[in-house]
């Protein structure tokens, strides 16, 4: 859904090639649900963090949105001829293996200061046993470092319809629930101040607050609607 009279940015050719697949496989194959797209603003800075159950979670994130997403990949996936080139034109940010490097940050508040939006997973990686993971320290550090509103997002579903142990998707139905912007106006006024091992507090506070509102979204609270 688009907010009042603002309108996304468009999006590049292959982001809108592959926006229009996704949403046909999920609509069709999955029989997906989409709840409260509209919580998300459709321009300027935000960080998207969801729970992480599949490969099939960045895509359904992006899908029920009308704006394009910045995700991450690792940056030796840009050394492909092909795929390089693909990761480009879909707004791929290159990280390290494990995310946290020194490049794959100033990346990702590169875009951010560019009005991006960008995806986070607060786990860290896919859960194995379909449960929430505890939240690591690496997404608090973006939020704490940048000033942009933070969306929790939850995806329901995808663990069955893809999970770490099958070889192929299952037609199970998938959903996507984006909850209300958060702000961390005090922790980030904090953290220019505090000492460093206050700093570390302060990042992994940030985490367990966003991992928090992820668990508390239910997706049968509202109306799902289809954008």
Known sequence: MIQGTEQPEPMSPIY????TFYRILYATY??????NPERVPVRGPVILAS?????????LI???????LNYLAR????????GGWVLRNVNAVPVDRDGAGAAGLRAIFSRLRQGGAILLFPEGTRTRDGELQKARS????????????????RVFGTYAAWNRQMKLPLPARVAVKYGHPMTFEALRAEA?????????????QAS?????SIAALKPGEDVARFP
């Open 62 to 68: 992006g899908a029920g949105l009308p704006r394009a």
């Open 75 to 82: 940056e030796s996936l840009f050394d492909l001829p092909i």
């Open 30 to 35: 999955f029989r997906w649900r989409v709840f």
């Open 16 to 19: 809108w090639m592959g926006w």
């Open 208 to 212: 367990n607050e966003i991992m928090s």
């Open 192 to 204: 220019r101040v505090c000492s460093k091992d206050r700093l570390k507090q302060i990042y992994q």
């Open 51 to 59: 729970n992480h159950a599949s490969f099939l979670d960045p895509p």
């Open 138 to 153: 690496g997404v608090g550090l973006v939020v704490i470092k940048s000033t942009a509103p933070v969306v929790p997002v």
